[in-house]
């Protein structure tokens, strides 16, 4: 199938469902939320209780393996228990496609609030939030996993509180990494089955905070020394983005870059 008949198509299968659908007889569309590598997901209200939840369907085009990742992440989500984390309550089959149930997590994502709202995050901002994530972080890597997936859109801000979302690419520590043999660097060091990897991506989430409040010296004209020469970072914190960033040599646990973050914010 050539590449445009394969979108195309990919494209009709994938069509979320319709608002007002009732499915299972128990959880009513509300809002469609969002379509990710591997599955859709919608606002639901749930008839019976009256409660707001957040359905997930594996990704038709996915065929198997869509159906075969939403359910480890159901199994996953079923071994974590963390106020910060949104419970598994329920999955369903219905007409051969896949469902999961969870809390919905009211807030907004980071990615909200930095291009929907126009939120401007100071260093101290972006690594206080940082070290309320990695509070999450480390439990689930205690529990023996890792996320894999920790962007700007997986992390919920409401108040002082701070939800860490979509497990869909979570995989157990010590399992083979499932990565494309043509994947570039960047995605390679984001799929590997280590907590190195999810130091990586907290590294790229502290940029994109730290870029909301960027104002290029010249307009248009980016730095050849990217982010290390555009952002006005200080000393401290810039030894430990170059250790998540892996640019000199990274962390070997979440701990001890949790002393590291812990001393330069006290500092």
């Known amino acids: 199938m050539s590449g445009y008949f394969k979108r195309v198509y990919e494209a009709w299968i994938d069509y979320p469902q319709r608002v007002g659908k009732v499915l299972a007889g128990q959880y009513r569309i509300e809002r469609f939320l969002g379509i990710g590598s591997y599955g859709l997901t919608y606002l639901c209200q749930d008839v019976q209780s009256g409660e707001e939840i957040v359905l997930k369907q594996a990704k038709p085009s996915k065929g198997r393996l869509g159906q075969e990742l939403l359910r480890r992440e159901i199994e996953i989500m079923g071994q974590l228990n963390h106020r910060s984390i949104p419970r598994c309550l329920a999955s369903f089959e219905e007409q051969k496609r896949l469902y999961m149930v969870t809390e919905y997590v009211k807030g907004q994502t980071v990615e909200e609030l930095i291009f929907e709202r126009g939120a401007l995050f100071t260093e101290k901002e972006a690594f206080g939030i940082v070290r309320k994530l990695m509070e999450i972080v480390c439990y689930v890597h205690d529990k023996g996993f890792v996320h894999l997936d920790i962007r700007i859109p997986n992390v919920i801000l ?103 973050l812990d001393a330069a914010l006290n500092d």
């Open 158 to 260: 409401q108040g002082e509180r701070i939800s860490l979302i979509d497990f869909g690419l979570a995989s157990r520590l010590g399992e083979p990494a499932h990565i494309d043999p043509g994947a570039d660097m960047e995605l390679a060091r984001r799929r590997k089955v280590e907590v190195s990897s999810d130091l990586y991506a907290i590294g790229h989430f502290i940029l994109f905070m730290l870029y909301s409040a960027f104002e290029p010296k010249v307009p248009g004209v980016e730095a050849s020394g990217g982010w290390e020469e555009e952002l006005e970072v200080s000393p401290n914190m810039k030894k430990i983005l170059r250790k998540l960033l892996q640019i000199d040599p990274t962390y070997v646990s979440a701990q001890a870059f949790i002393v590291d």
